[in-house]
T-cell receptor, first 116, second 111 residues
Framework: DGGITQSPKYLFRKEGQNVTLSCEQN?????MYWYRQDPGQGLRLIYY???????QKGDIAEGYSVSREKKESFPLTVTSAQKNPTAFYLC???????????????FGPGTRLTVL | GQQLNQSPQSMFIQEGEDVSMNCTSS?????WLWYKQEPGEGPVLLIA???AGELTSNGRLTAQFGITRKDSFLNISASIPSDVGIYFC???????????WGAGTKLIIKP
């Protein structure tokens, strides 16, 4: 089945530790995205990538890093510099960058990160 | 950053009732999208709108792209228990293709 997988579903880390969230897609999509979701708020864009080995900062990139070494994979690292990392993290992909028509974003099931 | 104002924040309705929610912006949008998110899952696209005045249905769901290009609404007719969840509007402006999200409308169906 084609889709987007995120692992793990729940993640607990101690304050001060870096943690990497996995996102894999087998949809052959060029563009991938990372969003953060907090209760009562809309999704906020952390990073996005249009093509392998290229990525751009979104609205809230501080304290996060990404890599795009393969088309299928777009891991997100939450570093110790992120002041309030506890949140629900969503990965998405689309055929291209524009979210219109066939370029609509498709989301993974999310990873809930809790920093203790 | 740019914001979309989505209302209401939450709705408590009886099964069978019709539901209406909307999104407004101070800026012109060229795309409006409506997503539904269930607990612990990622959002799923319900309806996409691309032209001012466009009215599109998906089963019991109907959404419209406002003629001013600054608003959109979503209606759900004859609600059923599986309609519960958070409904998000999202859109793009001419200046870039980054999706801008509303804060969501939480739909709760009273037993």
């Amino acid at each position: 089945d084609g889709g987007i997988t995120q692992s793990p579903k729940y993640l607990f880390r101690k304050e001060g530790q870096n943690v990497t969230l996995s996102c894999e897609q087998n949809l052959n999509h060029d563009a991938m995205y990372w969003y953060r979701q907090d209760p009562g708020q809309g999704l906020r864009l952390i990073y996005y990538s249009q093509i392998v080995n290229d990525f751009q900062k979104g609205d809230i990139a501080e304290g996060y890093s990404v890599s795009r070494e393969k088309k299928e994979s777009f891991p997100l690292t939450v570093t110790s510099a992120q002041k309030n990392p506890t949140a629900f993290y969503l990965c998405a992909s689309s055929p291209g960058l524009a979210p219109v028509g066939r370029d609509t974003q498709y989301f993974g099931p999310g990873t809930r990160l809790t920093v203790l | 950053g740019q914001q979309l104002n989505q209302s209401p924040q939450s709705m408590f309705i009886q099964e069978g009732e019709d539901v209406s929610m909307n999104c407004t912006s101070s800026s012109i949008f060229n795309t409006w999208l409506w997503y539904k998110q269930e607990p612990g899952e990622g959002p799923v696209l319900l309806i996409a709108l691309y032209k001012a005045g466009e009215l599109t249905s998906n089963g019991r769901l109907t959404a419209q792209f406002g003629i001013t290009r600054k608003d959109s609404f979503l209606n759900i007719s004859a609600s059923i228990p599986s309609d519960v969840g958070i409904y998000f509007c999202a859109g793009t402006m001419d200046s870039n293709y980054q999706l801008i999200w509303g804060a969501g409308t939480k739909l709760i169906i009273k037993p």
